[in-house]
Every structure is written in structure tokens, then in C-alpha cells.
């Protein structure tokens, strides 16, 4: 099982996740924009989890989500 989150890897809680156990099984899509492209990329090879933050009042990120 792969886990995505649409976070940028670079950011510190992304760091975090992936000095975990299970990091090597987590990807960061780099943004919402990115976020169907790689969770399509990886149902091709695996069961993807998929986490997303959903900014309240924003509606760009509501809809896209």
C-alpha cells in the first residue's frame, strides 16, 4: 500500500513522515494540482490511502478535492 499526501516533500512534517517505518511507502504529490496525476501513477502498481488538507473557505481546493 502506497500512502500520498498532496503535500511538497520538502515541507517539515513531510520530512517527518518520511524518516518513518513505513516511509518508503509514502509519496507527496507536490500540491493539489499534482495530486490525481500521482495517485493514477500509483494505482497502476499498488493500493493507494490518500490523505488531503481541505483549507476551509477556500473553494479552489474544496472542488479540486
Known amino acids: 500500500m502506497i500512502i500520498i499526501f498532496e503535500d511538497n516533500e520538502n515541507t ?3 520530512r517527518l513522515l518520511s524518516s518513518c517505518y513505513y516511509g ?3 509519496v ?3 500540491g493539489a ?6 495517485i493514477f501513477e500509483k ?3 499498488d ?3 490518500v490523505f488531503v ?3 476551509p473557505n477556500n ?3 474544496v472542488s479540486t478535492y
Not at 494540482?33 to 500521482?38: A, F
Open 28 to 30: 507527496f504529490s507536490g
Open 59 to 61: 473553494e479552489y481546493t
Open 12 to 14: 517539515p512534517s513531510s
Open 33 to 38: 494540482s499534482q495530486l490525481s496525476i500521482k
Open 24 to 26: 518508503s511507502n509514502i
Open 53 to 55: 488538507d481541505v483549507v
Open 47 to 49: 493500493d493507494v490511502m
Open 43 to 45: 494505482l497502476q502498481k
